[in-house]
T-cell receptor, first 110, second 114 residues
């Protein structure tokens, strides 16, 4: 079982729709949860982090964390073509390593 | 400008020829790490370092070495590269590992071993 799992996609949504990206993790001692965006051939860049149960909103992005279910998600409202990228979920586990999922490829169709 | 700098950006080498990929950060970060990225496998951690002279293996350390003699530098060494080490490599640094601490990434090094 992978430590951090994401649906690889590809996920396609029309422009203006809500894109929902999901991630599960296996280490119950995990403390911090991150969402990175990576454009093709580029470095990952941080979108949001969350460490408490519940929702955290930043502009069009909302991260949701449920530690009991070991589940973290990212919602992108009013999706734009410029949001088309691979989204990486990352988790800081109890071993103090930052572990990434394999990423979900998102395409926003104009 | 705060940044993580990797060199070279692109490298083609032959099997068995030792190489070093350099990584330097100017943010006084304690934590540095190396990842490789392969299609469908995401970012996999090779080695990480909590501070100077403290390094530890990640998930895929075989065939790699690192050192952390100075806080700002964290070179990745391939003593005898093989074709299965062809990959996209990223160096990253964080102030520390902890709650909400962001990792900053270098530009990446695309390595091809023939």
């Amino acid at each position: 079982q992978k430590e951090v799992e994401q649906n690889s996609g590809p996920l396609s949504v029309p422009e203006g729709a809500i894109a929902s990206l999901n991630c599960t993790y296996s280490d119950r001692g995990s403390q911090s949860f991150f969402w990175y965006r990576q454009y093709s051939g580029k470095s990952p860049e941080l979108i949001m982090f969350i460490y408490s149960n519940g929702d955290k909103e930043d502009g069009r992005f909302t991260a949701q964390l449920n530690k009991a279910s070991q589940y973290v998600s990212l919602l992108i409202r009013d999706s734009q073509p410029s949001d088309s990228a691979t989204y990486l979920c990352a988790v800081t586990g109890s071993a103090r390593q930052l572990t990434f999922g394999s990423g979900t490829q998102l395409t926003v169709l104009p | 400008e705060a940044q993580v700098t990797q060199n070279p950006r692109y490298l083609i080498t032959v099997t068995g020829k030792k190489l070093t990929v350099t990584c330097s950060q100017n943010m006084n970060h304690e934590y540095m790490s190396w990842y490789r990225q392969d299609p469908g496998l995401g970012l996999r951690q090779i080695y990480y370092s909590m501070n100077v002279e403290v390094t530890d293996k990640g998930d895929v350390p075989e065939g790699y070495k690192v050192s952390r003699k100075e806080k700002r530098n964290f070179p990745l060494i391939l003593e005898s590269p093989s074709p299965n080490q062809t990959s996209l490599y990223f160096c990253a640094s964080s102030l520390r590992i902890g709650i909400g601490t962001e990792a900053f990434f270098g530009q990446g090094t695309r390595l091809t071993v023939v």
